[in-house]
């Protein structure tokens, strides 16, 4: 069974920084795209991050250049940087998996960025 | 970036209503769009993949249809447990946008 666990969310101050963590099981992450999704209180889905399975990375603009997505196949991990956060940054950050036709067919349950003073 | 833009933004419905909800996109993206269910407090679920494949395990009251810029979700004979948000997904290229939701009300 697929489960991906999410770990490392929190209150940080503005200006920053939190590394969350993604626990995969039931896959190899190496194998597989990665993404980094989030959700703003009451708001809608903002894709962050993706980590090819050959290893290229994207990230939105709103991110770019502040957070930095990462594996660890030997840990089947997948991590997600964050520095420079800012109150804008505050959503819960889900983990997913990358499927058929660039789709994303499996989720984390979230953990929780709070970003203020 | 290729912007999604998805309608309408909520609606009413009953069960047993068919539902459609539709997404343009800012460009062709051929047929790389999802769908995607989520349910309050819960993570999203993926219902449709490649604009009309249905994801395994998904019910066959959803379906999708189209290709280049125009997309529908259609929710056929709707249940109680499909009053949900419902969002699309381009991933012809990143950054991987997201239509900014429906959400399914009960009448």
């Known amino acids: 069974e697929v489960q991906l666990v999410e770990s490392g969310g929190g209150l940080v101050q503005p200006g920053g920084s939190l590394r969350l963590s993604c626990a995969a099981s039931?896959?190899?992450?190496?194998?597989?795209?990665m993404n980094w999704v989030r959700q703003a209180p009451g708001k809608g889905l903002e894709w962050v991050s993706i980590?090819?399975?050959?290893?290229?990375?994207y990230y939105a603009d709103s991110v770019k250049g502040r957070f930095t997505i990462s594996r660890d196949n030997s840990k089947n991990m997948v991590y997600l940087q964050m520095n420079r956060l800012r109150a804008d940054d505050t959503a819960v950050y889900y983990c997913?998996?990358?499927?058929?036709?660039?789709?994303?067919?499996?989720w984390g349950q979230g953990t929780l960025v709070t970003v203020s003073s | 970036d290729i912007q999604m833009t998805q309608s309408p933004s909520s609606l009413s419905a009953s069960v047993g209503d068919r539902v459609t909800i539709t997404c343009r996109a800012s460009?062709?993206?051929?047929?790389?769009v999802n769908w995607f269910q989520q349910k309050p407090g819960k993570a999203p679920k993926l219902l449709i993949y490649a604009a009309s494949n249905l994801q395994g395990g998904v019910p066959s009251r959803f379906s999708g249809s189209g290709s280049g810029t125009d997309f529908t979700l259609t929710i056929s004979n709707l249940q109680p447990e499909d009053f949900a948000t419902y969002y699309c997904?381009?991933?012809?290229?990143?950054?991987?946008?997201f239509g900014g939701g429906t959400k399914v009300e009960i009448k």
């Open positions: 997913a998996r990358g499927g058929f036709s660039r789709s994303i067919d499996s």
């Open positions: 460009q062709s993206i051929i047929t790389y």
């Open positions: 997904q381009q991933s012809s290229s990143t950054p991987l946008t």
């Open positions: 039931g896959f190899t992450v190496s194998s597989n795209n």
């Open positions: 980590i090819y399975s050959g290893d290229s990375t």
